[in-house]
């Protein structure tokens, strides 16, 4: 007959136990035990080791955390490890597609592109006057004219002055053709006193050879002495013809001489003439301006808005003090949106603005127009600069003085860029360049990222260089990760794609 004596601690108390042990004894048919021998210290070895291995039991209860579960019997007496690494988890969220569009709301009122207020620039009585508020006018059209006699007095007697100064050029350009041809007489008499001389001097020659005969006769007693003292006089006379023939060159070429200076005279004359012309012609234009003062004409074409005299009125010219205007007139056509914008969004103005209009009496109809100009400068009291927007009034619908809400769009939406949480950037070193986390392939990846020029609005990046649509970006980390690590995602919500609103 055989027994057995077996002791296995209960799963219930030893739950990360197998089996502890077990004592089996065998007996032969003797009746005698194979193992341990049936003996009073046989069953206290027995008690002893149920004892010891329910303290051990005990203990490895103690240490163990009570999430572990107990094991199958077959994997034997070793205790299963636990508490591994923990997890990392990321909160990430997808790059929103397409930029952001800021957009700037202010009041803003509308003034006429082309408006004028046109004053008298002399004073005088209004003799008459075209056109009243309302009236309809075209460029140069005379809209109204103040009478002056003095004026158009003082316009004629320029006018005969400045004939009596054409007059005198044209007499002094005919006393350079006098000149001109004295000249050319002189220096005629200069060849003919020369033909005298030379004719003087031919006859001088034969004077001496007729006295040295009659010398010779009289030393031969072939003829009377007094016929040598009167061939001597005869030389004589020739010798003084031939002086008075020189004096006759030289006096003739002093002439012609003195006759071009008066040439060079006549012209300076001439120049003097013309002077005096140009001054007369000057005067002439100055009096025709300050009659054409008397006249008030439309500088473009448009509408008259205001009338501040009737005719018979005496009207002040606008230099002097207490001057009134006389009318007023205004281009219908052309507007110009004028916008003030606060200091804290003066730096997203550019000249790639665009903008959207809305009037309180004209419904919810939006009128669009392009960036026109700006002051570039703030102005110092109210911490504002002004901008403007040329529009057309629609056919007269858009009138100045109408106040509009104005909706400024700074920036576009960039369709190929993205928009993420500006707390998804850990490393910006200022101006466009940028380092975000993403997870691709479920392992973390730093990668560089570039930012327009006014980009990051403190709540939100648009990102227009590094980001792919499938990428995810890092905003959030459950510890600390580099390059490589691995992490588990959890998508959060996002409000990137709500534009910007100043």
């Known amino acids: 007959m055989e027994s057995h004596i077996s002791y296995s601690p209960s799963s219930a108390q030893n739950p990360g136990m197998s089996q502890i042990g077990s004592v089996r004894e065998t007996k032969g048919p003797s009746g005698s035990s194979s193992g341990t021998r049936g003996t009073p210290w046989g069953k206290i070895l027995l008690l002893m080791l149920v004892v010891v291995g329910g303290a051990v039991t005990s203990v490895i209860l103690m240490d163990k955390p009570k999430t572990l579960k107990a094991a199958p019997a077959s994997e034997g007496s070793d205790l299963q490890k636990s508490g591994s690494k923990q997890e990392v988890v990321a909160d990430v969220i997808s790059p929103t597609p397409g930029g952001k569009e800021l957009v700037i709301t202010q009041p803003g009122s509308v003034l006429t592109l082309n408006g004028a207020v046109l004053y008298a620039k002399v004073s005088g009585y209004l003799e008459m006057q075209n056109v009243d508020i309302g009236s309809m006018v075209n460029k140069n059209d005379l809209l109204a004219k103040i009478y002056l006699p003095e004026a158009e007095a003082q316009v004629k007697k320029d006018k005969a002055d ?15 053709q006098t000149a001109i041809a004295e000249s050319k007489a002189k220096s005629a008499m200069i060849n003919l006193a020369k033909a005298t001389l030379k004719s003087r001097e031919f006859y001088q020659e034969f004077r001496k050879k007729m006295l040295d005969r009659i010398i010779e006769l009289v030393k031969k007693n072939a003829i009377e002495a007094k016929l040598q003292d009167e061939e001597q006089d005869h030389f004589d006379s020739a010798f003084e013809a031939v002086i008075a023939a020189k004096e006759g060159v030289v006096k003739a070429e002093l002439d012609y001489e003195a006759s071009n200076y008066k040439i060079l005279q006549a012209k300076a004359d001439v120049k003097d003439a013309e002077a005096q012309l140009e001054v007369a012609k000057s005067q002439l234009a100055k009096s025709e301006v300050m009659l054409k003062y008397t006249e008030i004409r439309s500088p ?46 003066v730096g997203y103005i550019t000249d790639k603005c665009k903008a959207e209009f809305t009037f309180p009496g004209l419904g919810s109809e939006v009128f669009k127009a392009n960036f026109s100009r700006s002051a570039k400068s703030q102005d110092i009291d109210t911490r504002r600069m002004r901008i403007e927007f040329d529009i057309d009034s629609y056919g007269g619908r858009i009138k100045r003085g109408m106040y509009c809400n104005a909706r400024v769009i700074a920036r576009e939406k960039n369709q190929s860029a993205f928009t993420i949480p500006s707390e998804a950037l850990f490393d910006k070193s200022g101006g466009t360049k940028a380092k975000v986390r993403v997870v691709r392939d479920g392992v973390v990846h730093v990668v560089d990222i570039e930012i327009p020029e006014g980009g990051d609005t403190g709540n939100t990046v648009e990102v227009i260089k590094g980001l792919n649509a499938t990428d995810q970006v890092i905003v959030h980390v459950s510890a600390p990760v580099a390059e490589g690590t691995a992490v588990k995602m959890k998508k959060v919500s996002s409000s990137v794609g709500k534009d910007l609103h100043r």
Do not use: C
């Open 300 to 345: 473009y074409k448009g509408v008259i808005t205001m009338r501040n005299f009737l005719v018979g009125d005496f009207v002040t010219a606008a230099t002097e003090s207490g001057a009134k205007p006389l009318l007023s007139v205004e281009d219908p056509d052309k507007m110009r949106m004028v916008v003030e914008i606060p200091d804290d969004s």
């Open 162 to 176: 400045v004939d009596h100064a054409q007059a005198h050029v044209e007499q002094m350009k005919a006393y350079v």
